[in-house]
T-cell receptor, first 110, second 113 residues
Framework: RKEVEQDPGPFNVPEGATVAFNCTYS??????FFWYRQDCRKEPKLLMS???SGNEDGRFTAQLNRASQYISLLIRDSKLSDSATYLC???????????FGDGTTLTVKP | SQTIHQWPATLVQPVGSPLSLECTVE??????LYWYRQAAGRGLQLLFY??????ISSEVPQNLSASRPQDRQFILSSKKLLLSDSGFYLC????????????FGQGTRLTVV
């Protein structure tokens, strides 16, 4: 089993739609989690941090389910500019490094 | 504020040539440093990470090596490039304790021809 698994998609949604991505992880010791956004041919950039049950920032909501070991990212009222690849990241508490999921690709269409 | 610089942005190198990519971080001390590679349409693969000067951990066997000659400098090298070394190389840093987010440089797109 991979340490971090994401549905690769692609997710193709119309503008205004609500879309959710899931990410499962195997390291039960992880205390915090992150979602990154990566635009085509660019570096990943931090989108949201999740330290407890969840976090909300405008149209974006990240939720954490420790019992089932998954985190989710919900995007409401999708915009064309939301088109990107979304990476789930789980820090390795022992080694000081992080494991990235392979990413979920979102395309928002007019 | 902290910044990370990575260069060059693009590089085309012939097979068998050497490689040196440099990354520097400003505005923080004793960061954890990372080199990732991303193949086209794929996820990020951790190549090396360092928790201090001269301390390098390699994640996967490969044709590459890394060095950390100074606290905020991380270098990725190869003596002889292979075609399979082509990819998008990303340097990143995080604070030197667990459960923290990483911040990326702008990446180097390497094409080995």
């Amino acid at each position: 089993r991979k340490e971090v698994e994401q549905d690769p998609g692609p997710f193709n949604v119309p503008e205004g739609a609500t879309v959710a991505f899931n990410c499962t992880y195997s390291n039960s010791a992880s205390q915090s989690f992150f979602w990154y956004r990566q635009d085509c041919r660019k570096e990943p950039k931090l989108l949201m941090s999740v330290y407890s049950s969840g976090n909300e920032d405008g149209r974006f909501t990240a939720q954490l389910n420790r019992a089932s070991q998954y985190i989710s990212l919900l995007i409401r009222d999708s915009k064309l500019s939301d088109s990107a690849t979304y990476l789930c990241v789980v820090p390795n508490t022992n080694a000081g490094k992080s494991t990235f999921g392979d990413g979920t690709t979102l395309t928002v269409k007019p | 504020s902290q910044t990370i610089h990575q260069w060059p942005a693009t590089l085309v190198q012939p097979v068998g040539s050497p490689l040196s990519l440099e990354c520097t971080v400003e505005g923080t001390s004793n960061p954890n440093l990372y080199w990732y590679r991303q193949a086209a349409g794929r996820g990020l693969q951790l190549l090396f990470y360092s928790v201090g000067i001269g301390q390098i951990s390699s994640e996967v066997p490969q044709n590459l090596s890394a060095s950390r000659p100074q606290d905020r400098q991380f270098i990725l090298s190869s003596k002889k490039l292979l075609l399979s070394d082509s990819g998008f190389y990303l340097c990143a840093w995080s604070r030197g304790y667990r459960d923290t987010e990483a911040f990326f440089g702008q990446g180097t797109r390497l094409t080995v021809v």
